[in-house]
């Protein structure tokens, strides 16, 4: 009996060790990761294909459209796309730091063909994960080596593009601020912006965007570029240069890259990222370039090596087929020559758009406000100026969609829209 009883037992508490094992192998080990908030970007974007309003248009998307509001590849990659097809070339894996050619010529690009630097062999690069990749590269290697007064923190511009922060904090670094927006002139905060650089530490990391400003499509004149380098200078900063829209913002490469090359020759040992998204199209391919700029060769190589430390363990080597179309494109005299003329294509429909834009709200619609900021800034976005609560009327009374910080794509106006959305702009601004 005895033994009876004690069997039962110690099946009964078998089975409630079982149950328990059970329970908690049904938990998810998962189960306290927290909701993440949603992208502000793809939010826009899900509300506005929700949207059933024939005249409905999308402002929120950073990527480039034709008159049609349709994707547009350019003649140029297409060509290219043909030349590495028929050469049926091998899909193997390339160097850490990617395809040899595609980075100098991409280099060339950004320093100039007759860079002392380049010539010098004092540029350091890296093929990347487009530009976010080659900030995040840059990031980690600041967070690794650099030993300047100013620490480990970086600073940004107020506003800057929404994903710099997430990336160098990831990368370990610090984030900072600096005054670079006016709110009330809808402009640069030049004074603020140099005040504030002065009042940094000494030898501080600062971003600079090169030119088209994102979000706000404002930049500094080359005058104003050139007391910011001397500014730098006196400072001992260390700028890092983020170079999204290279030839994008004014059709000229080489006018875009003014503020780069400036610095270069002034002596500064720069850091920047290069991206072939927007001036060639190549979203999807995710085609940047990391690059820094060293004291001398021997510096060069002993950088190099740990930019390939840096990059094995995090994705081993960067993709083939993105850096064969540029190599193609801007190594290939007809086909560079091509692509000059569709990317001054790209950015003088931008501008008539502003162009066209800002008419409407003065000339067909009489706006009484202050509407010339939409043509004096530059590239994909423009900063309207309107507020949250008018951001809100034109999503809901006129199916217009934009974020909440009244930031617009240019690219999403078209002549086919563009009296719509003057209409609907001066309608929620005109109180």
């Given at each position: 009996?005895?033994?009876?009883?004690?069997?039962?037992?110690?099946?009964?508490?078998?089975?409630?060790?079982?149950n328990?094992?059970?329970?908690?192998?049904?938990?998810?080990?998962?189960?306290?990761?927290?909701?993440?908030?949603?992208?502000?970007?793809?939010?826009?974007?899900?509300a506005?294909?929700?949207?059933?309003?024939?005249?409905?248009?999308?402002?929120?998307?950073?990527?480039?459209?034709?008159?049609?509001?349709?994707?547009?590849?350019?003649?140029?990659?297409?060509?290219?796309?043909?030349?590495?097809?028929?050469?049926?070339?091998?899909?193997?894996?390339?160097?850490?730091?990617g395809?040899?050619?595609?980075?100098?010529?991409?280099?060339?690009?950004a320093?100039?063909?007759?860079?002392?630097?380049?010539?010098?062999?004092?540029?350091?690069?890296?093929?990347?994960?487009s530009g976010?990749?080659?900030?995040?590269?840059?990031?980690?290697?600041?967070?690794?080596?650099y030993?300047?007064?100013?620490?480990?923190?970086?600073?940004?511009?107020?506003?800057?593009?929404?994903?710099?922060?997430?990336?160098?904090r990831?990368?370990?670094?610090?984030?900072?601020n600096?005054?670079?927006?006016?709110?009330?002139?809808?402009?640069?905060?030049?004074?603020?912006m140099?005040?504030?650089?002065?009042?940094?530490?000494?030898?501080?990391?600062?971003i600079?965007?090169a030119?088209?400003?994102?979000?706000t499509?404002?930049?500094?004149?080359?005058?104003?570029?050139?007391?910011?380098?001397?500014?730098?200078?006196?400072k001992?900063?260390?700028?890092?240069?983020?170079?999204?829209?290279?030839?994008?913002?004014?059709?000229?490469?080489?006018?875009?890259?003014?503020?780069?090359?400036?610095?270069?020759?002034?002596?500064?040992?720069?850091?920047?990222?290069?991206s072939?998204?927007?001036?060639?199209?190549?979203?999807?391919?995710?085609?940047?370039?990391?690059?820094?700029?060293?004291a001398d060769?021997?510096?060069?190589?002993?950088?190099?090596?740990?930019?390939?430390?840096?990059?094995?363990?995090?994705?081993?080597?960067?993709?083939l087929?993105?850096?064969r179309?540029?190599?193609?494109v801007?190594?290939?005299?007809?086909?560079?020559?091509?692509?000059?003329?569709e990317?001054?294509?790209?950015?003088?429909?931008?501008?008539?758009?502003?162009?066209?834009?800002?008419?409407?709200?003065?000339?067909?619609?009489?706006?009484?406000?202050?509407?010339?900021?939409?043509?004096?800034q530059?590239?994909?976005?423009?900063?309207?100026?309107?507020?949250?609560?008018?951001?809100?009327?034109?999503?809901?009374?006129?199916s217009?969609?934009?974020?909440?910080?009244?930031r617009?794509s240019?690219?999403?106006?078209?002549s086919?829209?563009?009296?719509?959305?003057?209409?609907?702009?001066?309608?929620?601004?005109?109180?």
């Open positions: 009996m005895f033994r009876l009883a004690a069997s039962s037992a110690y099946k009964a508490s078998s089975l409630r060790s079982l328990m094992t059970i329970t908690a192998r049904s938990v998810s080990q998962w189960a306290k990761v927290p909701q993440g908030p949603p992208d502000p970007i793809l939010g826009v974007t899900e506005f294909r929700a949207d059933k309003n024939p005249k409905k248009i999308n402002l929120g998307v950073g990527a480039y459209r034709d008159d049609n509001n349709k994707p547009y590849v350019l003649e140029c990659v297409k060509k290219a796309e043909k030349i590495i097809y028929t050469a049926a070339q091998d899909k193997e894996y390339l160097g850490i730091t395809l040899a050619a595609y980075n100098q010529l991409a280099a060339e690009l320093y100039g063909e007759n860079s002392a630097a380049l010539k010098e062999g004092r540029v350091v690069t890296a093929q990347s994960l976010t990749g080659a900030l995040r590269i840059g990031g980690e290697f600041l967070a690794r080596w030993n300047g007064q100013g620490g480990k923190k970086i600073y940004l511009p107020t506003p800057s593009w929404g994903n710099h922060g997430n990336i160098f990831d990368s370990k670094l610090e984030v900072g600096y005054r670079y927006y006016d709110k009330k002139n809808i402009g640069l905060d030049f004074a603020g140099k005040e504030d650089l002065v009042n940094l530490p000494n030898e501080s990391i600062v600079l965007h030119c088209a400003h994102n979000p499509g404002v930049d500094p004149t080359e005058a104003q570029w050139r007391e910011l380098s001397d500014i730098f200078k006196k001992g900063h260390v700028a890092f240069f983020d170079m999204a829209y290279q030839g994008f913002a004014s059709g000229d490469p080489s006018k875009d890259a003014f503020a780069v090359r400036h610095f270069v020759d002034e002596g500064h040992k720069i850091l920047m990222s290069q072939f998204s927007k001036n060639l199209g190549l979203y999807g391919e995710r085609v940047g370039l990391f690059s820094i700029v060293v060769t021997e510096e060069a190589k002993r950088v190099d090596s740990q930019i390939k430390i840096l990059v094995r363990p995090m994705y081993s080597n960067p993709p087929s993105g850096p179309i540029v190599k193609e801007l190594g290939n005299p007809e086909l560079k020559a091509e692509w000059h003329g990317v001054k294509a790209m950015a003088d429909r931008i501008i008539s758009m502003r162009a066209e834009l800002r008419n409407h709200l003065e000339k067909t619609y009489g706006s009484k406000k202050n509407w010339s900021h939409i043509t004096s530059i590239g994909m976005f423009a900063f309207t100026g309107l507020s949250p609560e008018q951001v809100a009327r034109l999503k809901s009374e006129f217009v969609y934009l974020t909440n910080d009244g617009i240019i690219a999403g106006i078209t086919g829209n563009v009296k719509y959305l003057a209409e609907a702009i001066h309608n929620v601004s005109k109180d």
